[in-house]
């Protein structure tokens, strides 16, 4: 009998440091919500739930998927078994929490729950993996961003707005960038697997032209918002501006993985913060 798989290792096949990219929509979906004196606290943890379980499902799904069509380099703690059943079992888990959502949001919310799990699986598998045919990115702007803050709104708030619309592609594109920083140190092995990514199809300078558009369009959406009556406050996500360059320059002139890995963090963080700026100008402004 084979010893028992670390926690730390299914931790880190977790990929904790992309999580923000779960957890963020939910926030400002509900800090959309709450400005509207509609907050539902239970209905908000019951949706983080979901896309955090989606998320890690995800992940491991890549892991398991990415071996499969020998796009994963990396030594292997889990074997590909062992990962097939944990994806399973996280996607069954996000499955049966979203089920609690229905008594708020209605039975339609069922074909999207399991659209989200089918194309969190889709991502790297199946007979047109989304993520080996340049359609990764679309995926999370999607379902990261359009799909999970407007959804969490709506369970909320009973509708849905143009101004979440606008958070929901502000968060969708950032959450995008972080596939992005992944593409970009994965190239090279990504091209060898036949993995083609829009980095792999349009190479490195369309990803940081990609990259840097983004963080352009998610710090003006807040105008948007501003012009539609919102507090001046929902103009807080302006002092990462700077920062937001100096990770575009960062990219561009990246050479080594391990410059591209840090990146990668960093963009997570960048996500989580203008998601947790946008949220306080939101509320604070109610």
């Known amino acids: 009998m084979s010893a028992p798989i670390s926690w730390r290792v299914w931790v880190e096949a977790a990929r904790v440091r992309t999580l923000p990219a779960a ?7 509900t ?14 943890a019951l949706c983080l739930s979901f896309a955090l379980l989606v998320q890690i499902g995800t992940n491991y799904a890549n892991d398991y998927y990415d071996f499969i069509h020998g ?14 059943r944990a994806m399973a079992l996280i996607m069954v888990l996000a499955f049966l929490v979203g089920l ?29 993996p989304l993520g080996y045919n340049g359609l ?33 592609a502000a968060i969708g594109l950032l959450a995008a960038n972080i596939l992005v920083a992944n593409n970009y140190r994965d190239a090279e092995t990504d091209l060898l697997a ?8 349009f ?20 105008l948007l918002l501003f012009y539609w009556g919102y507090h001046e406050s929902v103009l807080l996500p302006w002092v ?38 946008l949220s306080i100008g939101i509320i604070w402004g109610r």
């Open 100 to 128: 609690g959502l229905i008594r708020t949001g209605g039975w339609w919310l069922l074909p999207i729950g399991v659209g989200s799990i089918l194309c969190g699986i889709a991502y790297t598998g199946g007979p047109y």
């Open 240 to 277: 990462l501006g700077p920062w937001a360059y100096r990770l575009t320059r960062r990219l561009a002139d990246s050479q080594t993985p391990a410059e591209q890995i840090t990146l990668l963090g960093e963009t997570a963080k960048f996500l989580a913060s203008f998601g947790v700026l």
């Open 136 to 168: 990764g990115d679309l995926f999370v702007f999607i379902f990261f961003g359009l799909v999970a803050v407007t959804t969490t709104y709506y369970v909320q708030a009973g509708g849905v707005t143009w101004a979440a619309v606008v958070c929901a």
């Open 71 to 84: 796009a994963d380099t990396a030594q292997r703690l889990v074997s590909p078994a062992a990962m097939r």
């Open 31 to 44: 800090a959309l919500a709450a400005s509207q004196g509609a907050a539902n606290y239970t209905a908000a």
């Open 194 to 201: 036949g993995k083609k990514t829009l980095v792999v199809r």
């Open 23 to 29: 957890i963020i929509p939910v926030l400002v979906g």
């Open 203 to 222: 190479g490195r300078r369309f990803a940081v032209a990609q990259y840097a558009g983004s963080v352009g369009l998610a710090l003006a959406s807040p």
